[in-house]
């Protein structure tokens, strides 16, 4: 174990923990590099959809009326194989059938070869309207339903001084995402080739054959520079390239669909909105004794994920800390808004608000800081979480809690900021790597590596979407195998050219898929005996080398009592936020957040931290400004005019701080990032807030909303 | 119609009030300049006019009629700007790069950070938190051998 880290340490001198220039960076500023929209070819068709205006109903008749000559035109009647988009249930379909679940679904597909014959198109559709349902309160449906439990409820109550309740709410949030879904597809030779703006070429792939009844070597994906991902183009793109597929295949002509931007927040995967209620008994000197919880989820009108998003939002909803009686209790409903779906926190940042708005309540009712309340109960090594995973010696919460308060001088700051207009809020939270529980296992992802004649081709399919993946992959490649990072090459993510290295999602490309390729690289150095990759090409040709995943000895998941180890590891942080507020107006300026991060071992710290700044910044919006409003389940707000995510002008300055605890499953000892600071954003601005005298106990924290508020404080 | 394109005299036909987007993108094939929303929120189509940035979305083209439009393509002369962002975490997924670029260069030389902010603060990116944008244009901004640089302009004055 001392040797492994040793090795790790000596290993560094190489490329890991250096900020080498990022592959795709020369591309990215000059504006070579090619995005979807940005590919033409000869005899392209442009595609549209008609969506339904209503979220819930039967279609009695539909009428084209508008001249069809030229004009591909698809319903579900032209589906080969089954009208389903394939994730985890098969109840979404491609296109309406009869009835429609929510505003957006689409219900038929056009395509023309003049983009601007595609505005003349006019389609009447009579529906037989149905009451929507829209409060997820009152839905009738539960998609899935899970319950952790840990010790003893009632006897954990019985021990308790003090009980204290709350309910706390976070609305959708829209991905915003700068570039638009959008895919290409082109048929040929019997199967489809699709080109798209997209993270999980294996989703799509599984979902087209499903869709086009074709074997798996008759389709191939290929993803193209992707503008942005953020959860938003996990599961979407398989709904947007069937039908790019559809088309392309009745037209047998390359088909092009790119949404505008109004169509894409009206018709794509929003955050789920939640409604957390927390019941925490606590002993009068701050320890928590039982904590109790109860997790409602908005699904919107089909599975999509779902029941992992729930899964998630569960496994995280205590915050980290420890305390021997949990009950966490949650349900996912159908509502008839547009299906909600992956957002990089999946769950997380839903539950992980209201455990750090309640766990500040607590405080305050025992007279104790935000910090001191938060010490007293922060997970450490040795001690168990809801599932009975246990924290790992180098692990737990206390470090960057404290680190955080030292670097911020919490409470000096918060003393110096009484009776001002600006206030100082903490939130402690931690977040699992990789997939949940035996997620990983079933995956069995897979990486490739295979010699070149100067160096080696990296074969996987995580996709790079501005994260930096290209890099850090290569970066690890580098180091294990000992060659410049110049001589690895990284292709684009292409089905037909590389295994399935499962999505790019959850946090778990550089712990997991990197891990697989520093295993493949070690195997290919032995190989080599000392050969340079150039002489060993000379004397003996190509060489490959593939690793599947296999889990760390000692993980432990029962899928069926959600007991065991939740993740392989969990990355650690806490945030503090200093925001300024405007008594009058509600609105409200942050200023500053630290945010204080374990992701385990940094592999390109200025990727680590961009990924701390992004997602820091993203949590500021879900805070205060990004509200999504619906009405009768219709985005009433899809613009950017009226959906306000930060500027320059209203995001704080952000002070990212790693502290490096490694990880020995990981690559190099990595943890996962991406998700991470998606979590704490939003409580340390509320908490910011409350100390300013604004008991706010949803997101986001609008003007209304604050002054709302304050004037009942 | 006649106008500059970066540096170069050009004649392109296209309806008058086809977006300059449009006309940049598919008349002119330079698909460097971005479409993030088409209603001059987000600052991806950002391109110069007159040495000015401005949003080419909602640019109809006959109002560039003898102008001088520079796009990320050909942006001379900024190669320490671009490399900046590549090196200080100024681009991830690239898509508001170019628009961020270019309005970075009509900042001028050397701007601060207030001046920084104000400049692009029409320019959205959803992944960096824009810091290391700032970090990119401030770092372009710093003169490459300090000590002597401010000699000579301390004789310029
Ligand atoms: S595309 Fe022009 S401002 Fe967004
Ligand atoms: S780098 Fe992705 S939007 Fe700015």
């Known amino acids: 174990m001392k040797g492994a880290r040793k090795a790790h340490a000596t290993r560094a001198t190489a490329v ?162 700068i570039e638009t879904n959008g895919v290409l597809a082109v048929p040929g030779d019997g199967g489809i080739t699709v080109h798209g703006s997209l993270q999980c070429p294996y989703y799509v792939h599984r979902a087209l054959c499903e869709l086009l009844s074709l074997p798996e ?42 949404y505008d931007r109004a169509e894409d927040m009206l018709a794509t995967t929003k955050r789920h909105p939640a409604i957390v209620r927390h019941r925490t008994g606590v002993t009068r000197d701050g320890h928590l004794t039982a904590i109790d919880i109860e997790v409602l989820l908005d699904g919107g009108a089909y599975v999509t994920l ?51 708005v309640h766990m500040d309540r607590i405080g305050e009712q025992l007279g104790l800081d935000p910090i001191q309340v938060r010490e007293r109960n922060a997970l450490r090594p040795g001690d168990t979480m809801a599932t009975g995973q246990r924290i790992e010696a180098n692990g737990g919460a206390l470090r960057v809690l404290r680190e955080a308060a030292r670097r911020t001088r919490f409470r000096q700051r918060r003393r110096a900021l009484r009776g001002t207009d600006r206030g100082l809020g903490v939130a402690l939270f931690f977040h699992g790597a990789g997939f949940t529980g035996s997620g990983e296992v079933k995956l ?33 490649v580098a180091t294990a195998l000992g060659i410049p990072y110049e001589h690895v090459e990284m292709p684009p ?17 550089t712990m997991i898929v990197g891990r697989l390729l520093e295993l493949a690289a070690r195997d290919l150095k032995r190989r080599l005996r000392g050969r340079t990759p150039a002489e060993s090409w000379r004397a003996h040709g190509p060489i490959s080398v593939t690793k599947e995943y296999t889990p760390p000895p000692g993980l432990t998941w029962d899928e069926e009592q959600y007991v065991g180890d939740a993740y392989g590891t969990w990355a650690w942080a806490c945030d503090v936020a200093e925001v300024e ?14 945010s204080v991060a374990d992701i385990g071992r940094v592999i390109h710290p200025v990727m680590a931290r961009g990924q701390m700044e992004g997602g820091t910044a993203q949590a500021v919006g879900y805070a205060l400004t990004e509200e999504v409003v619906m009405r009768d389940g219709r985005m009433a707000n899809a613009q950017l005019t009226n959906y306000l995510i930060p500027t320059t002008a209203d995001t704080p300055e952000i002070d990212v701080v790693f502290v490096e605890r490694p990880y020995r499953n990981g690559a190099f000892g990595a943890k996962g990032v991406g998700e991470l600071p998606m979590d704490g954003g939003a409580p340390a601005i509320v908490n910011a807030l409350r100390s300013l005298g604004a008991d706010v106990r949803a997101v986001p924290a609008t003007p209304e909303r604050v002054l709302d508020a304050l004037s009942k404080g | 119609m006649r106008f500059t ?98 309005a970075a260069a009509a900042l001028g030389r050397r701007p601060n950070l207030d001046d920084i902010k104000t400049g692009l603060a029409g320019n959205l990116c959803r992944c960096t938190g824009y810091s290391g944008i700032y970090r990119a244009i401030e770092a372009a901004a710093v003169p490459l051998r300090p000590a002597r640089r401010r000699g000579a302009r301390g004789k310029r004055r």
């Open chain 1, 16 to 177: 890991v923990g250096h900020p080498v220039r990022r592959k795709d960076g020369l591309d990215k500023v000059t504006g070579a590099a090619r995005y979807i929209d940005d590919l033409v070819l000869p005899g392209l068709l442009y595609g549209t959809t008609i969506r339904s205006t209503i979220s819930r109903g039967e279609i009695a008749s539909v009428h084209l009326d508008f001249d069809t000559t030229g004009f591909t035109i698809v319903s579900a009647r032209d589906i080969p194989g089954k009208n389903v988009v394939s994730l985890i249930e098969a109840d979404q379909p491609s296109l309406a059938d009869g009835r429609v679940e929510h505003v957006g679904e689409a219900i038929l597909l056009l395509a023309h070869a003049d983009k601007e014959r595609l505005l003349d198109v006019r389609v009447s559709i009579d529906y037989r309207p149905a009451a929507p349902v829209v409060e997820p309160e009152l839905s009738p449906t539960t998609f899935k339903e899970i319950t952790i439990a840990k010790g003893d409820l009632g006897r954990g109550f019985a021990e308790a001084d003090l009980v204290v309740e709350g309910e706390y709410r976070t609305g959708h949030q829209e991905h915003l995402y």
């Open chain 1, 217 to 258: 070597r008759k389709v191939r994906v290929i993803q193209t520079e992707t503008g942005g991902g953020f959860g938003g183009k996990e599961d979407y793109p398989s709904v947007l390239a069937g039908h790019a597929a559809l088309l392309a295949l009745k037209s047998g002509r390359p088909v092009k669909m790119v």
């Open chain 1, 306 to 356: 779902s029941p992992v998003v729930l899964s998630r939002g569960l496994l995280h909803a205590t915050g980290p800390y420890r305390c021997d009686h949990v009950r966490v209790h949650g349900r996912v409903v159908k509502t008839n808004t547009p299906p909600n779906g992956a957002f990089r926190g999946f769950g997380a940042p839903q539950t992980q608000f209201a455990a750090e």
């Open chain 1, 444 to 476: 069995r992802s897979k990486a490739t590596l295979e010699l070149t004649r100067r160096g080696v081709r990296v074969g996987v399919t995580a996709t790079e979407i501005g994260q930096g993946a290209r890099t850090v992959l290569a970066q690890i």
């Open chain 1, 493 to 509: 993510a292409d089905t037909s050219l590389a295994p399935d290295s499962g999505p790019t999602v959850a946090s778990r490309t």
């Open chain 1, 581 to 594: 507020l405007d008594r009058d107006t509600g609105i409200v300026r942050p200023l500053r957040i630290t």
């Open chain 2, 5 to 102: 394109l970066n540096g170069r005299t050009v004649d392109v036909r296209a309806h008058p009030m086809k977006r300059l987007l449009d006309v940049l993108r598919e008349d002119c094939h330079l698909t460097g300049t971005k479409e993030g929303c088409g209603e001059g929120e987000c600052g991806a189509c950002t391109v110069l006019v007159d040495g000015e940035a401005v949003n080419a979305c909602l640019v109809p083209f006959a109002q560039v009629r003898g102008a001088r439009v520079t796009t990320i393509e050909g942006l001379r002369g900024r190669r320490r700007l671009q490399e900046a962002f590549v090196e200080h975490g100024g681009a991830q997924c690239g898509i508001c790069t170019p628009g961020m670029i270019v």
